[in-house]
C-alpha cells in the first residue's frame, strides 16, 4: 500500500475535529496543520523506514522506497 498525504491529511483532521478543534473557515489553521503533520510523517517513513523480510530467499532489511 502506498502512502498518501491526502489521506493522513483527511484522517488527521478528522481526529481533529472529534477532539474539538476548529478546522475550517477564515482563522482556521488546523487544516495547514494537519497538511504539514501529514507530509512530515510520510517524509519520516518514506526516508527512514525499513521493512524485515525474515525468511525466504529476500531474507533481509529493505530500505522503503
Avoid at 22 to 30: I, K, L, R, S
Avoid at 44 to 58: M, P, Q, R
Amino acid at each position: 500500500m502506498a502512502l498518501n498525504k491526502d489521506s493522513l491529511k483527511q484522517k488527521i483532521i478528522t481526529h481533529l475535529k472529534a477532539k474539538g478543534f476548529v478546522t475550517e473557515g477564515e482563522h482556521a489553521a488546523a487544516g495547514d496543520m494537519a497538511e504539514a503533520i501529514a507530509a512530515a510523517v510520510v517524509e519520516e517513513i518514506i526516508e527512514n523506514a525499513l521493512v524485515d523480510v525474515s525468511n525466504g530467499s529476500s531474507k533481509g532489511q529493505y530500505k522503503i522506497t
